[in-house]
């Protein structure tokens, strides 16, 4: 999967999620900030991610994912190799 397929599908759940457009969605989105996240949305958000990428992300690794971008990032360099 690309970074940009990765982004979408990530962009589809923050809209729904977090009632944002589109067009607001950008790697430097900020989840605390810019989305007024609190825990439990972050921890809802990443097992979502979990669920739809098929990944595990550690609670320290989760930890350190503030922007849209450190997710795609993230997601990108677990993401099953097949080759």
């Known amino acids: 999967m690309?970074?940009?397929?990765?982004?979408?599908?990530i962009s589809k759940i923050i809209e729904d999620r977090?009632?944002?457009t589109?067009?607001?969605i950008t790697n430097d989105l900020?989840?605390?900030t810019d989305l007024d996240a609190d825990s439990i949305d972050f921890v809802?958000?990443?097992?979502?991610?979990?669920d739809t990428f098929g990944a595990e992300i550690s609670d320290?690794?989760?930890?350190?994912?503030t922007t849209i971008g450190q997710v795609v990032d993230y997601i990108y360099?677990?993401?099953e190799k097949t080759d």
């Open 18 to 20: 977090f009632e944002v």
């Open 30 to 32: 900020n989840f605390r």
């Open 60 to 65: 320290d690794d989760a930890e350190k994912l």
């Open 2 to 9: 690309t970074k940009q397929e990765i982004f979408d599908k």
């Open 77 to 79: 360099d677990h993401q």
């Open 44 to 50: 809802e958000f990443i097992m979502e991610l979990e």
């Open 22 to 24: 589109k067009d607001k």
